[in-house]
């Protein structure tokens, strides 16, 4: 009976098992499931524009070839998201579908502009370092292949983000210019990355259910204070500082204090009037309309071997 399925879901998410697409499981759960793979294979995706402006202008061979494996590895993990997603029940066109048409949200990161060499750096720094920090825990999540897409994509995001820091590092022995670009750069995606980990708890409609599956392990603001706690030192390493008068050390608690973040910005953002919103959802499209032939060719293969097996 429905009663006997819902007592063994909760069962399983209660022994931190896993739950398999085979399993029964609320709808709720699924639509939620559906929900976070969706939005994560879209950030995967849309996050390969910000980065790939630099490919044509990577200012060495060694430095194009390894922005090139990172785009690359960016790509596979969205496509290894979508077959995620479909293991739910959801259909990959019409997740794209969505995507385009602004019915789906990806990660308000994507939205902010790659000016300069050094948005590389920082990109694989602190936008990875975030993904990371959010994403580790992921691995425990209580969708079986959701939680088994993690364990690969994390080990990819580890080498991103060390490309991301030696890059920086290595502009930091450069010239005057060179370390300008790279705080000038860290000036402007401090503050979003922390937006990264979503709105405050009090504010974060989906948290209470998602920790209550065990979808998520942790908090929006327990991730965002973990992120901020590891990546303090690692900036006085590499001899920058994070554009916020409030980040201090605070010994009672043991961890950073940081500053207010300007929510009405991410609100903005997510709700699609950031500084690149409209330039990554048209790139996108675009990319999508003139791979029409190439679907449409490989769905006729793909028919025609069937036909003749
Ligand atoms: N941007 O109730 P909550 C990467 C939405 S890393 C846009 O707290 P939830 C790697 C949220 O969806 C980036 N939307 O929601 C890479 C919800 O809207 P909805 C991708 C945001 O789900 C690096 C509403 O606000 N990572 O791609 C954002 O419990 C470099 C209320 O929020 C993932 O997706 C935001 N920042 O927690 C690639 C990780 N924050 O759906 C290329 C998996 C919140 O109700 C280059 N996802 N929203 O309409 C998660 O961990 C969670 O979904 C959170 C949000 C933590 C993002």
Not at 159 to 178: P, S
Not at 266 to 280: Q, T
């Amino acid at each position: 009976s429905e009663e006997d399925l819902q007592a063994h879901f909760e069962h399983t998410i209660a022994r931190d098992q896993r739950i398999e697409p085979r399993d029964w499981m609320p709808e709720a759960y699924r639509k939620t499931m559906i929900r976070q793979i969706a939005q994560h294979a879209h950030s995967e995706i849309i996050g390969m524009q910000p980065e790939g402006n630099w490919i044509t202008r990577a200012p060495s061979l060694r430095r194009k070839a390894i922005l090139l494996a990172k785009v690359q590895d960016e790509a596979g993990h969205g496509l290894y998201l979508y077959s995620a997603s479909t293991t739910l029940g959801a259909d990959r066109a019409d997740l794209t579908d969505k995507l385009i048409n602004g019915r789906q949200k990806y990660s308000s990161i994507f939205n902010y502009p790659t000016p300069t060499f050094a948005d590389v750096g920082v990109i694989g720094w602190l936008v990875d370092g975030a993904a990371i920090c959010n994403q580790v825990p992921l691995c425990r999540s209580s969708y079986g292949p959701y939680a088994r897409a993690m364990i690969r994509i994390c080990k990819e995001e580890s080498f991103h983000q060390r490309q991301g820091y030696e890059l920086l590092m290595t502009m930091m022995r450069g010239t005057d210019a060179q370390r300008e670009m790279v705080q000038d750069a860290v000036n402007r995606w401090w503050w979003p990355s922390l937006m990264m980990f979503g709105p405050p708890d009090a504010e974060s409609p989906n948290t209470a259910q998602s920790m209550a599956w065990k979808i998520k392990r942790h908090t929006n603001d327990e991730l965002r204070q973990r992120f901020v706690d590891m990546s303090v030192p690692q900036a006085e390493a590499l001899g920058v500082t994070f554009p916020d008068p409030d980040l201090k050390w605070n010994a009672e608690r043991g961890h950073y204090d940081f500053g207010e973040i300007d929510w009405s910005e991410l609100k903005r953002v997510i709700s699609g009037d950031g500084p690149c919103n409209a330039e990554r959802i048209e790139r996108r499209r675009k990319a999508q309309e003139e791979g029409a032939w190439v679907r449409e060719a490989a769905a006729a293969h793909a028919a025609k071997k069937g036909a003749s097996a």
